[in-house]
């Protein structure tokens, strides 16, 4: 992907409101706020043209949607990071100090320090798609919450028949809702998400539901140029600290995917049974003391791995392709 080279606005992201700072031609600093609504934004990018400007913006959710996308809508070429990269940046520049003029600033020299990567925005479908996961994800988890409840309820020893009908009533609500949701889930799958769902799919401990979720999370792959930076976004990716005689490892990075970090986790509980490289690879961990928590982790990293690899490939997981590929050469 190209580097930005154009002068940098620093985007701060808030609920209600959005601080830029830039440069202007005269080398003076600027900083505006601006409301985080439609008609603002696209009012304040309608006076910067182009050829002259392009954004850095701290990524925080949702709030932060709305200004990357009018902007790249708009024709401006747009970067998201993260927001410890800008903090871990402060601490760099002996910055104590914390405002959102300041943040804006930091983003800003940030951006013109690194020259971040233009984002490459979700397509519709696949923005939809995103969305329905999410809210089959919210309802899952509620029914699951009631199903306790209900479950513990039902150990009084005096029930009330009201409170109790009204839990059945709710948990087939949400039972018809979550029905509703997986209806919708095909219409929203195009023949290349279609294709790429097939190959992830075809690695032995991945199913429909943790391929969807990695195609929505990473645009069909589209984002990482390598396995190496997939696994550390997932925070999958082990850490070593070494210093002098110093040496141990600190954990994983951590990073906000935990809800699939979570269906990865699951997985490797059937890949370890049916994918004969990660039961050889989940064996010899442990044959080497290590803890089995710490082993699944591993498995999933490695799971991790092979799906990019099968999606960049476009070929189907072959268990034996390494072997069959030293046989042909």
Request: charged share 30%; hydrophobic share 35%.
């Amino acid at each position: 992907m190209s580097k930005i080279s154009k002068k940098v606005i620093g985007v701060d992201v808030g609920a209600k409101f959005l601080t830029v700072s830039f440069n202007d031609f005269e080398n003076r600093d600027q900083v505006f706020n601006i409301e985080n609504t439609q008609r603002s934004i696209l009012s304040f990018l309608k006076k910067l043209r182009i050829e002259d400007y392009c954004f850095v913006i701290e990524a925080t959710g949702n709030y932060s949607s709305r200004i990357l996308h009018l902007s790249l809508v708009q024709g401006f070429e747009s970067s998201l990071i993260n927001c410890m990269s800008v903090k871990h940046f402060a601490r760099m520049k002996n910055i104590i100090s914390k405002t959102d003029a300041e943040d804006a600033k930091l983003i800003r020299l940030y951006g013109e320090m690194f020259k971040p990567d233009i984002y490459t925005s979700k397509s519709v479908d696949i923005e939809h798609l995103d969305q329905e996961l999410k809210l089959l994800n919210d309802l899952e988890e509620e029914k699951r919450r009631y199903g306790v409840k209900l479950k513990s309820l039902r150990y009084n020893a005096q029930i009330n028949p009201n409170t109790e009908k009204h839990y059945e009533r709710r948990l087939q609500q949400l039972e018809k809702e979550i029905k509703e949701v997986i209806s919708r889930l095909p219409g929203l799958q195009d023949e290349e998400f279609k294709e790429t769902k097939a190959l992830l799919q075809s690695v032995s401990g991945i199913g429909e539901k943790t391929s969807l979720q990695l195609m929505t999370a990473t645009s069909g792959f589209k984002n990482f140029n390598s396995a190496k930076s997939l696994s550390k976004y997932f925070g999958l990716a082990p850490r070593i600290y070494q210093s002098g005689k110093k040496s141990y490892s600190p954990g994983k990075c951590r990073t906000s995917k935990n809800h699939i970090r979570g269906l990865l986790y699951v997985c490797s509980w059937t890949a370890i049974k049916h994918n004969k490289q990660c039961k050889e690879f989940y064996e010899r961990l442990l044959s080497q003391g290590k803890p089995k928590k710490l082993a699944l982790i591993a498995v999933c990293n490695k799971l991790l791995r092979i799906c990019f690899g099968v999606v960049k490939n476009k070929i189907n997981y072959q268990p034996d392709y390494q072997k069959n590929f030293k046989i042909l050469t």
